[in-house]
């Protein structure tokens, strides 16, 4: 068996699904194979890890009840608190702007007197 077939029959050997025959196979391309004792090693963690935290749970924090009354204290947090409205920042700012602008170009087309007019008064 070539390292490819070995690792995709690794997860099998980990569960507990294979034949012995392979299994014995298995164990001696492991031997040899860095690369394939690696993956097993890996893979036997993981599932070693998820058992021992499945096991190591409580079933009483995950009764129905428990998630009924979690939902209920949700929405009625969610009901108590006061929305905030935040001033709007990104309308009244450009608006702002466009404002002075538009004011700014006013002054000097309509109201600035003319080069003319001032030489005139002096």
Same mark, same amino acid.
């Given at each position: 068996?070539? &390292? +490819?077939?070995?690792?995709?029959? +690794?997860?099998?050997?980990?569960?507990?699904?294979?034949?012995?025959?392979?299994?014995?196979?298995? *164990?001696?391309?492991?031997? =040899? &194979?860095?690369?394939? *004792?690696?993956?097993? *090693?890996?893979? $036997?963690? &993981? +599932?070693?890890? #998820?058992?021992?935290?499945?096991?190591?749970?409580?079933? &009483?924090?995950?009764?129905?009840? #428990?998630?009924?009354?979690?939902?209920? $204290?949700?929405?009625? $947090?969610? =009901?108590?608190?006061? %929305?905030? @409205?935040?001033?709007?920042? *990104?309308?009244?700012?450009? %608006?702002?702007? $466009?404002?002075? %602008?538009? %004011?700014?170009?006013?002054? #000097?087309?309509?109201?600035?007197?003319?080069?003319?007019? @001032?030489?005139?008064?002096?």
């Amino acid at each position: 068996m070539n &390292c +490819i077939e070995i690792q995709e029959k +690794i997860i099998d050997m980990v569960l507990g699904e294979l034949m012995p025959q392979d299994e014995i196979l298995i *164990r001696e391309h492991l031997e =040899s &194979c860095m690369i394939c *004792r690696e993956e097993f *090693r890996f893979l $036997s963690e &993981c +599932i070693q890890t #998820y058992t021992l935290e499945h096991t190591e749970t409580c079933e &009483c924090q995950f009764q129905e009840t #428990y998630w009924e009354e979690f939902v209920v $204290s949700i929405h009625e $947090s969610i =009901s108590h608190e006061k %929305i905030e @409205t935040k001033f709007p920042f *990104r309308i009244v700012i450009p %608006i702002a702007a $466009s404002a002075l %602008i538009a %004011i700014t170009f006013g002054y #000097y087309f309509f109201m600035r007197p003319k080069p003319q007019e @001032t030489v005139q008064e002096t």
